[in-house]
């Protein structure tokens, strides 16, 4: 059962000064809150009976309740450091929608643990990793890295809804919810790190960023296949060759959901990056509306 609460009040959020319910810009930051209820319905193999389909997006949730927090406390130890008032309620608002995400995929991950799925064995390595991130600029600069991933996930999902077709719905409203969340406030992580190094050469934030970024893709990519292993033995399949080749067909071939990211992930290399893309006003609409169509009541608030 879907339940909706209303647009972040719950936090204290207000958002932007003249944006009202029933009129925001494409460029607004809207917390919904929004219950999904899986943790009620537990499902296995959710993504159209696929296995494989319904690990890769269930191994991503396993990384996001404790990625989640680490975005919130990166963002919110700059917010009252910046003299920018617009953009420390953008910061607001993304806590909100963070803290929202956050507590549906805990209840995700209780789901999967209700199925027999080892969720803390998989949640370990991802707080460990993450733990090794102390200084504030660095958290920041992981921040922005892992940022652009699930935007880039979220613009490739709201292209092309049509590969969650077969899913069950209330898994399905959930990652559409996600992913247009993640659109929505996809730039203030990185617009926070140009403000607070202000005083580096364009080069050293670069470099800054670059090198996050590899130091977190290599790890979580790991990590995830790791899991991913873990979560097929627990269904009593054999991660073997035959499992693998079906794996590398659905990411990078049919329907293909990491070949379509990786065009996006690499402009993130480009000295110049700017993470908004020419099509994006055009997907938070398309998500707001199909939020509206599928989320009746979630749709005043769209």
Known sequence: MVTIVTDGAGYGWKGKEGATADHHGADDIIPRDIRFGIVDKPTRHWFAGDIVKTALADGLSIFLPEGERFFIRSLKHYATQLDDRELAEEINGYAVQEAYHTREHEDYNRAMAALGYDVKAMEGPVASALGLTKKPLQRLAVTCAIEHLTATLSTVTLRHPEMFD?????????????????????????????????????????????????????????????????????????????????????????????????????????????????????????????????????????
């Open 166 to 302: 077969g899913a069950e719905p209330h898994y399905r409203r959930l990652w559409m919810w996600h992913a247009l969340e993640e659109i929505e406030h996809k730039a203030v992580a990185l617009d926070v790190l140009k403000k607070a190094t202000a005083n580096m050469s364009g080069w050293q934030r670069y470099l800054l960023r670059v090198i996050a970024m590899n130091a977190t893709i290599v790890p979580f990519l790991l990590i995830f296949l790791r899991n991913t292993h873990l979560y097929a033995k627990t269904d009593g399949v054999k991660p073997g060759f035959r499992f693998w080749m079906r794996f590398l067909w659905v990411v990078f071939v049919s329907p293909g959901f990491w070949r379509r990211c990786i065009p996006l992930l690499l402009r993130y290399y480009l000295p110049g990056f700017d993470p908004r893309n020419s099509d994006d006003a055009a997907l938070v609409m398309k998500g707001r509306e199909w939020i509206a169509r599928e989320m009746p009541a979630a749709g005043a608030t769209a």
